[in-house]
């Protein structure tokens, strides 16, 4: 059986790891266990934060939302009570985009919600 070295196939590795490395400050980028340390670490925030984001994204729509129905003195909560029984399907992104490019629109919609909240 012939001998096998292995010096091909670890380089490779340890080089496919300094390269995700590249770019972090310190020992952090040219020593194999801290790179590998930082690089997982690093796989791992950003898994984490990728999903962080839409929750993110969410909390600033609805805090949009909410500002734009208080100025037609209404809450967030009672706006959306009264856009559900109305019918109206938008979803958070789009009222948030109305709210600060389209009043008028906006407007409307929270009209909309109070007469279908006064009607209940």
Known sequence: ?????????SKKRKRKILKYAKGFRGRRKNLIRTATEAVHKAWTNAYAHRRAKKRDFRRLWIVRINAAARQHDLSYSRFMNGLRRAGVRLDRKVLAEMAVSDADGFAKLVELAKQHLSAA
């Open 1 to 9: 059986m012939p001998r096998v070295k292995r010096a091909v196939h």
